[in-house]
Nanobody, 120 residues
Framework: QVQLIESGGGLVQTGGSLRLSCAAS????MGWFRQAPGKEREFVAA????????RYADSVKGRFTISRDNAKNTVYLQMNSLKPEDTAVYYC?????????????????WGQGSQVTVSS
């Protein structure tokens, strides 16, 4: 069983930055999703297993950056220029298959979730 351990959430003002981390054993294509209150979980970003190709939701392009350090088995989500609409619980997810996908059902393992709150 793969364990995904998230850290780095918190409260920040509009325009601020946060970095989420997700520690995972092994090499997987990794994704970040988020779920705001009363809304469905949505795709945020994903990165190929070796740290090459990435993909982003249109709503976060140019503000969020996904990266990974395979020596540390850790994936990061750097979030800049945060907006109140970015407030959500953020989940990291791992996919055994190497291709990048945006559909949550295609991911096999999930972290516990980290709360990110952006105040206006």
């Amino acid at each position: 069983q793969v364990q995904l351990i998230e850290s780095g959430g918190g409260l920040v003002q509009t325009g601020g930055s946060l970095r989420l981390s997700c520690a995972a054993s092994g090499r997987y294509t990794m994704g970040w999703f988020r779920q705001a209150p009363g809304k469905e979980r949505e795709f945020v970003a994903a990165i190929w297993w070796n740290g090459g190709p990435t993909r982003y939701a249109d709503s976060v392009k140019g503000r969020f950056t996904i990266s990974r350090d395979n020596a540390k088995n850790t994936v990061y989500l750097q979030m800049n220029s945060l907006k109140p609409e970015d407030t959500a619980v953020y989940y990291c997810a791992a996919r055994r298959s190497f291709s990048i996908v945006t559909v949550q059902q295609e991911y096999d393992y999930w972290g516990q979730g980290s709360q990110v709150t952006v105040s206006s």
